[in-house]
């Protein structure tokens, strides 16, 4: 027990012998005086800068490029089909439903013995397979599965037309292959 801080100050001090003098560091001390010997070189001017103009925009007032043309905009509010799709906000939302579209993916198929249905098998994008028929629910645009073989599922969304009102938008999901 009495050894270790003999031990210790024995390699402290052998570290500070190693550190103490300046041997070695002759040609550093040759290179430092060198470049303080030579001549001090001018330091080149800023350059110039122009002055600020301000610059007074005057198409303020007029029609933006980017914006469609005040006719085509009143033609497409008059031209609206009046249409009788909406979607049925009172039943139960389905588990799939909670998910984006392109998040999902279609990963196979399925049939279940004694049973002529053809399944589905859809990846939801969080690493869960689910099992999907004709009729069921996909997406967060009311999507609604209106057939489905060996390549893929067909459906139609019902997607809100941005003015009140609401358009079928049919949609498909290819079968995606998983290495």
Known sequence: ????PLLFIMCS????????GNQGF???????A?????PKKPIEPLPEFKAYQAFTYSAASRRSP???????VEA?????????????????????????LGSMLMVGTIVKAGDPTLYALVNDGRGGIHRVR????????????????????QLVEIVSDGQSGWFERPRTMGLKEVN
């Open 134 to 153: 004709v009729g069921q629910y996909l997406g967060k645009n009311h999507g609604r599965v209106t057939s489905i073989d060996t390549t893929g599922i």
């Open 76 to 100: 497409a509010v008059v031209a609206k089909p009046n249409s009788n799709v909406k979607p049925n906000l009172d039943r139960a939302k389905e588990l799939l439903e909670n998910f984006d």
């Open 13 to 20: 001090v052998l570290a500070l012998t190693g550190c103490s």
């Open 1 to 4: 027990m009495s050894s270790r």
């Open 34 to 38: 060198e470049v303080k010997a030579r």
């Open 26 to 32: 002759g040609d550093l001390d040759a290179f430092i």
């Open 66 to 72: 980017f914006a469609a043309p005040v006719e085509i």
